[in-house]
Structures are given as structure tokens and as C-alpha cells.
């Protein structure tokens, strides 16, 4: 049993291809995982890192894999060569590299004639007698013998079982080939083993046929291209059933399970499969290959999407459906890493983050949106665990088989088809499979099949996808958002006021800025929902959103499409505030809604601000402002203190203050009598025409003070009467609103 544990663990690390499985303790699993993973992903992400496409000098035509295996025997594989079509891709192509590990290499022939190789580690370098052009086609016979160190093993299971798994890269510890992913061809598996053990591979069976010493030869061959990863040979006692799957073609679907586990294979299988490929041919396209199934073994592991015959470990198919997620994930695989093969590992979470997300679709499909969710859930939690133990881009992650590939690249295509929406998304699914069928594909191809499905908006134009893909695949994390609501008016004239901030820390190449959609789902009183949805695109952003009516609540992401964390800061959700001149100041009126506490107050004009009383206001009130420094335009601004010690701002229009006319007036003039000169005051109401003249008591005009265009206000003037004789005068002020007069005495 310790055994088996320690086994998972270090077999997890390597294995990118299955959903790992629900550990008891997720973290402290992962620390495990972590600890194993030093000793050897590190060094194959190293690897992965620094490869050199060596093989671009030529590329592979066809595969042939003959095997004579001894189970329970060393050397396990006691004869065996690979045969390779290749073809020249330069001219005078003289010697060619292949990698084959930690078995002995007895002969090399190319096209049937012995040459010379070298071999170095695990690539064998062969010499070419005849230089090839490009263009050439030519064979390559390795023969070798040996006991895998890894990609091939026999085990004590069911009375003994050999079986293989080559991903990521340990397909040249079983083989020998160029052992990189895009490295696809058809090929044909040829076993010669006991009698008693019952063969499974790629494709279709071809033949079986007896042979000397009580064994059989088994061939395999798959009319499809398919990568050396995904290569496979299973051989054990074996109860074989099959069913078919009636889509586009009828597609035989082949299930090799242990004696006595027929009843739960039909429990586990019969419906799952099936459904799930008539969803998945739906959505992405016809079944690729020209066969289905599934066999399990004693992988240490989930499963592994080997092409056309799925291996998985055997106490999976438990007959009450648990793990049915991961029959549906390695189904999903024939469509995404298969028949569309991620380029090279860096490219894992085009092959992880489909199957995974396929896992979403399936749900949705059987339990409608709740479904999604719920699946998205359990995703969510995992790229939690993945992310908070080493947040790295999807994109070359490190590890390059962790929990983000997987669990983040399915939240990735969540956020991508929400953006594109359900039909350009899958059409454009549809034809990123089609395009990039039976062969391999990059971050950039699928990009590229998004441009042209994507209608752009008014932020990026649809041929520019870079944004997406450059913040959630070439770099790291999610965005934390921090937002409040409040709103203003009421009924049809409602406004919703969203304020959001993005907090996330740049660490890990997190971008500083994710730009998004960002959806919220608005219940309004009384009933009745709708979504509205902003762009973010900034750290800190504020949106203002004409609602037809009183809102009851607002949530963020409501439709669950957004990988992120968010906090709503909402304590304050209505604010508004107005202000109306009056004769002797201007009147505030604001009303809040939430938790209030208290408001501010403060009056601002063109030269600043200045708060207006020094103590909280009332939630809710009315201020007079009497202490304008004099005419002008003024606004105000309120800040409301939440319970929760959060704050909110808003602000009144402007308004502008006047002050009230004088009356007009005319004062005695003084000194009164006078001699010499006396000084008149007025007051003007209104500014117009004035007319201010001292008559003598006959009525005739002696002198004009003023005439003319004035302002209004007080108004001062002197005026010399030393040339007047004594006697009493008539000073007469008239304006458009009337006329005043006061006597004078000039004395002698
Ligand atoms: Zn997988």
C-alpha cells in the first residue's frame, strides 16, 4: 500500500495527461508532489526548455513497432526493432539523430543494408550510406533488445500484465523514434507474446496469428497520424466487450477490463461514453479515429488518452460512477492531444485545458448551467491549490505538469468562449479542430482561429486577440478586484455608480492590469434582474449605467465566468445630493442608503475647498449654507462613513449664489446744511440708467451729479457747491425702477 502511494506520487509528476486524482488532503498532497517533482520534472522541464528541433532535417512517414516481449522475464523485451519511413527534409541529408534509452541497440540498417550509428546517451546518431535529397524517402531499421527503465513495465496484476505509457517523453524508453510530440505518423504495432495474454493497441486490429513456442502475434494498425506519446500496447488475460457509438460514422468502441469486472465496466461505461461523444461530436467535430476504447491497467494514475484505446487504472471502474469525470476528460483527449497534438510540452494546456474543460461541457450538457458551475467549482479549487503553491503562465508552466494547465486552462476557455460567445466560440472550436486535424498546433495557431471568429469591439479590433492570450496564457494569476455600487435617482432615471479597483500584486509575472469584461447581475425591487457589464481595462475604474428602475441588490459575476477574486466593499448603495440658491445662502439636501454613520460636508468653487460644518452630518438631511465668501458658482462634496469604517464620495451639480439687490436709496446728503461740499450716497437696486440732479425750489435744473450707465450697489459721490447761492435744493435720483429725492441747505 505504501508502495502504491509513494508510486502515485512521483508517477503524477511526470504524467501530464490525466486528471489527477481527488487527494484526501489536497495541499499537503501537493507538497508531496512537490517534493517528488524536484528530482526529475526539473530537469525535464530543463530539457523541454532547451530543445533544439534537431530533427527538422527530416521527418517521419510511418511507424513500425515489432516487439517480442517475455512477461515475467528479463530482458522483458527480448527481441524487437522499429522501423522508420522517413523523409528528407534538406538535400545530401547524410546522417539523421533518434533517441532510444536505456536499451541495447544490436543493428542498425537503412533501406535493409547494416550502417554504422553512435550512440550518445539516448540519441542515436545514424550515418546514412547514401546521402538523401529532399524529398527522399528511406528506412530506418533500429533492432535492439532489453529491459525499459521506464515507458514499458510488467507488473504481478491480474496474473501479469505488460503495459506502457510513454508521456511525456519516455516513448523512446520502449521504442525507437524521434520522441517529441508533433513528431506524428500512422503507425503499426506488431506483438508477439505467451498465448495467455490478450493484446490491445492503437487503431484496429489487423490480425492475430499463431506462432511457434505456444505465442501469438498481434498486430495493431491506426490509419491516422499519431504521436509517440500516445503510442500504447496492453497485454494481460483480458474480458473484452464492445459497443458502438452510432455519430457521424459507426465507430466501434473497445473495452478491455480484468475478469470479473464486466458488471461495473457496463455501469461505469455504457452510458458515459457514448453520450459524451455524441456531445463532443456536436461541438467540436466528427470522431477523429476509426475506433474508441478504453483498458485498464495498473497505471499509477487516473487514466491516459492513448489514441483510440484509453488506458486506465483499473480501481477506477468501481461500477457506481465516481470517477466518470475522468472517462469523460481522456474521451475528450481523442478530439484535444490526439487528432490536435499540442506542438511540444510548453503547448501542454492546449491538450490539459480543452480535455479539462470538456469535463465542464459534458456537465453542462446533463445538468444544464448548474452543471457547469459545479464542475467549474471543483476546477476552481484546484487551480487554487496549483496557483497559491507557484503561480506560473499556462504557457511553459512550472511544474510543467501542475494543477494550472489543467484546471486554469479550462477556466481560460470558460473566459474565452463567454467573450466570444457560445456559437462564434464553438464554430470557431470547430475549425481550429479541422484545421489542425491529425497534426499538431501552438497558443498562437488557436489564437490565430479566435481572430478570425471574434467580432473585436470597441476596445481591440477583431483581429487582435494578443490582449487575452498575453495576460491568461503567456502570463500568470487572475485579477483581484475590490469594487462597490451605490446608485443615484430613483425609478426610470435610476443610475448605478460601480466603483472597482484591481489589488492583485505583480509577483510571479502576474500583470499589473487584466483586462476584462466584467459582468454584474442588477436585481431590481420589486423583481426583474438584468446583467450590464464594463470593460475594465484599468487599476481603478468607476462606470456609470442608466437602470430602468430601484435596485434591490447588484453581484458581481453572476453567470460564473470570470476567473477571479473579488470583494464587495458595498456599504454605502445609494447617494445622491442636490443644492438650490437661496436669498441668503445655498440649500444641500442629500440622502443616503446602506450603513451609514455620518456625512461630510464641503463646498468647493474655482479656488478650492473648504468644509463647509465641522461635525458629522446626518445621513440623510438639509444644510444651509450660509458662510459664501460672496457671488459665485459652487458645487459640494459628501463623503458618507459607512459602519464598516468605508467611506463614499459623491458630489452635488452646481449652483450658482447671488446676492440680493439692495433697495435703492437715496441718503440725506451730509453735512446738511452745508457751505462748501457734501458728499450723497446711494444705493442702486439693479445696474441701468440713473439720473441724479439737484434742482433750485423753482424747478430749474442747477446741477447734474450723475448720468449714465451704473452698476448696482452703493454708489458715493462729492460734490462742490461753493458757486451756488444759499438757499434750499431738491437732489433727485432716478433709475428704470423709480425716483427718490432729499433736500439740501447750502448755507453762507
Ligand atoms: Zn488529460
Given at each position: 500500500?505504501?508502495y ?15 486528471p489527477?486524482?481527488?487527494?484526501e ?10 517534493a517528488g ?7 525535464e ?6 530543445y ?11 511507424y ?12 522483458l523485451i ?9 523523409e528528407s527534409d534538406?538535400d ?26 553512435d550512440?550518445d546517451?539516448y ?5 546514412l ?6 524529398g ?5 531499421r533500429?533492432e ?19 503495459y506502457?505509457c510513454g ?16 513528431e506524428?505518423a500512422?503507425?503499426?504495432?506488431i ?15 489487423v490480425?492475430?496469428?499463431?506462432v511457434s ?14 504521436a ?8 494481460t ?10 455519430g457521424?460514422?459507426t ?10 469486472m464486466e458488471?461495473d465496466?457496463h ?6 461514453v ?5 456531445v463532443?461530436e ?12 478504453y483498458s485498464v ?6 487514466g ?5 484505446c484509453i ?5 477506477l471502474?468501481?461500477g ?14 481523442m478530439?484535444w ?45 484546484r487551480y ?8 506560473s503562465?499556462i ?5 510543467l505538469?501542475?494543477?494550472?494547465p489543467?484546471?486554469?486552462g ?5 473566459m474565452l ?12 472550436l ?7 486535424l ?6 498562437e495557431?488557436l ?8 467580432d473585436g ?8 486577440m494578443?490582449?487575452?492570450?498575453d ?6 494569476g ?8 451605490w ?6 432615471d ?5 466603483h472597482l ?9 502576474t ?7 466584467v459582468?454584474?447581475g ?6 426583474g ?5 464594463v ?6 475604474q ?19 465566468w470570470l476567473l477571479c ?9 445609494h ?8 436669498e ?18 464641503y463646498?468647493?468653487d474655482g ?9 458629522l ?5 438639509r444644510?444651509l ?9 459652487y458645487?459640494?462634496?459628501l ?5 464598516d469604517?468605508t467611506?463614499?464620495?459623491f458630489?452635488?451639480?452646481?449652483a ?10 437715496l ?11 457734501v458728499?450723497?450716497?446711494?444705493n ?8 441724479l440732479a ?9 446741477a ?15 460734490w ?13 435720483l432716478t433709475?428704470?425702477?423709480g425716483?427718490?429725492t ?5 448755507a453762507r
Amino acid at each position: 500500500m505504501r508502495y502504491a502511494v509513494i508510486a502515485l506520487l512521483l508517477l503524477a509528476v511526470l504524467a501530464p495527461a490525466h486528471p489527477p486524482i481527488e487527494p484526501e488532503d489536497p495541499a499537503d498532497w501537493w507538497n508531496q508532489v512537490l517534493a517528488g517533482r524536484a528530482i526529475k520534472s526539473l530537469e525535464e522541464a530543463a530539457l523541454y526548455a532547451e530543445y533544439e528541433p534537431l530533427a527538422e532535417n527530416y521527418h517521419t512517414i510511418h511507424y513500425e513497432l515489432y516487439l517480442v516481449l517475455d512477461p515475467g522475464s528479463s530482458p522483458l523485451i527480448a527481441d524487437a526493432y522499429t522501423e522508420l519511413e522517413l523523409e528528407s527534409d534538406l538535400d545530401g541529408l547524410n546522417e539523421i539523430v533518434l533517441e532510444i534509452a536505456d536499451l541495447t541497440v544490436d543493428q542498425v540498417r537503412v533501406n535493409s543494408v547494416p550502417t554504422t550509428w553512435d550512440l550518445d546517451g539516448y540519441e542515436l546518431t545514424v550515418d546514412l550510406p547514401v546521402p538523401m535529397d529532399e524529398g527522399f524517402l528511406f528506412d530506418v531499421r533500429v533492432e535492439y533488445h532489453g529491459d525499459p527503465s521506464d515507458g514499458m513495465w510488467y507488473d504481478t496484476a491480474n496474473g501479469g500484465i505488460v503495459y506502457t505509457c510513454g508521456c511525456p517523453s519516455a516513448s523512446k524508453n520502449w521504442f525507437c523514434c524521434w520522441d517529441q510530440n508533433y513528431e506524428k505518423a500512422p503507425a503499426t504495432i506488431i506483438v508477439t507474446i505467451d498465448d495467455d495474454y490478450d493484446v490491445t493497441s492503437n487503431g484496429h486490429l489487423v490480425s492475430d496469428v499463431p506462432v511457434s513456442g505456444g505465442r501469438h502475434r498481434v498486430t495493431f494498425e491506426t490509419r491516422d497520424a499519431i504521436a509517440p506519446y500516445l503510442i500504447m500496447l496492453s497485454a494481460t488475460d483480458y474480458s473484452h466487450y464492445r459497443d458502438y457509438f452510432y455519430g457521424d460514422a459507426t465507430i466501434p468502441i473497445d473495452y478491455y477490463v480484468y475478469p470479473g469486472m464486466e458488471d461495473d465496466a457496463h455501469a461505469e461505461f455504457d452510458y458515459v461514453v457514448p453520450t459524451c461523444m455524441e456531445v463532443f461530436e456536436d461541438l467540436f467535430g466528427s470522431y477523429p479515429f476509426e475506433r474508441a476504447g478504453y483498458s485498464v491497467s495498473p497505471l499509477p494514475y487516473g487514466g491516459m488518452e492513448h489514441q483510440t484505446c484509453i488506458s486506465l487504472l483499473a480501481s477506477l471502474v468501481r461500477g457506481d460512477g465516481h470517477y466518470y469525470a475522468i472517462f469523460v476528460h481522456e474521451m475528450a483527449h481523442m478530439w484535444w492531444g490526439d487528432a490536435v497534438t499540442a506542438h511540444t510540452w510548453v503547448e501542454c494546456w492546449l491538450n490539459e485545458g480543452f480535455a479539462t474543460y470538456s469535463e465542464v461541457i459534458y456537465d453542462e450538457d446533463q445538468d444544464g448551467d448548474q452543471g457547469r458551475r459545479d464542475r467549474l467549482q471543483i476546477h476552481r479549487n484546484r487551480y487554487d491549490i496549483g496557483d497559491n503553491n507557484n503561480r506560473s503562465p499556462i504557457y511553459d508552466p512550472n511544474p510543467l505538469f501542475g494543477y494550472l494547465p489543467y484546471y486554469k486552462g479550462s477556466w481560460v476557455l470558460n473566459m474565452l468562449r463567454h467573450l466570444m460567445g457560445d456559437g462564434d466560440f464553438y464554430a470557431c472550436l470547430a475549425d481550429y479542430q479541422a484545421d489542425r486535424l491529425y497534426s499538431w498546433a501552438t497558443t498562437e495557431i488557436l489564437k490565430n482561429n479566435t481572430e478570425d471568429f471574434w467580432d473585436g469591439n470597441e476596445h481591440h479590433s477583431d483581429s487582435d486577440m494578443d490582449w487575452f492570450f498575453d495576460q491568461w496564457v503567456y502570463l500568470a494569476g487572475h485579477p483581484e478586484y475590490e469594487w462597490f455600487y451605490w446608485t443615484t435617482g430613483s425609478g426610470p432615471d435610476t443610475v448605478l455608480h460601480l466603483h472597482l479597483d484591481q489589488v492583485q500584486s505583480t509577483e510571479h509575472e502576474t500583470p499589473y492590469v487584466f483586462e476584462m469584461p466584467v459582468d454584474f447581475g442588477v436585481d431590481y425591487d420589486g423583481g426583474g434582474d438584468e446583467v450590464v457589464t464594463v470593460w475594465m481595462d484599468e487599476r481603478s475604474q468607476e462606470f456609470e449605467i442608466d437602470l430602468d428602475g430601484d435596485v434591490e441588490s447588484v453581484e458581481f459575476d453572476p453567470g460564473y465566468w470570470l476567473l477571479c477574486d473579488h470583494e464587495d466593499h458595498t456599504a454605502v448603495d445609494h447617494a445622491e445630493a442636490h443644492v438650490s440658491a437661496l436669498e441668503d445662502g445655498l440649500l444641500v439636501d442629500w440622502d443616503t442608503g446602506g450603513d451609514v454613520v455620518g456625512v461630510e460636508l464641503y463646498r468647493r468653487d474655482g479656488l478650492g475647498e473648504a468644509k463647509v460644518h465641522e461635525l458629522l452630518l446626518p445621513a440623510a438631511g438639509r444644510y444651509l449654507d450660509r458662510s459664501l465668501p460672496g457671488e459665485g458658482s459652487y458645487s459640494y462634496r459628501l463623503v458618507a462613513h459607512a459602519a464598516d469604517g468605508t467611506t463614499l464620495e459623491f458630489s452635488t451639480e452646481s449652483a450658482d449664489w447671488r446676492a440680493p439687490g439692495e433697495p435703492l436709496a437715496l441718503a440725506t446728503p451730509f453735512p446738511n446744511p452745508s457751505s462748501d461740499q457734501v458728499t450723497v450716497h446711494f444705493n442702486l437696486s439693479g445696474s441701468g440708467s440713473v439720473d441724479l440732479a439737484a434742482y433750485d425750489l423753482a424747478g430749474r435744473r442747477v446741477a447734474t451729479l450723475a448720468l449714465g450707465d451704473l452698476a448696482a450697489g452703493r454708489h458715493e459721490l462729492t460734490w462742490n457747491i461753493q458757486d451756488l447761492p444759499a438757499g434750499v435744493y431738491i437732489l433727485r435720483l432716478t433709475t428704470g425702477g423709480g425716483a427718490l429725492t432729499q433736500r439740501l441747505v447750502i448755507a453762507r
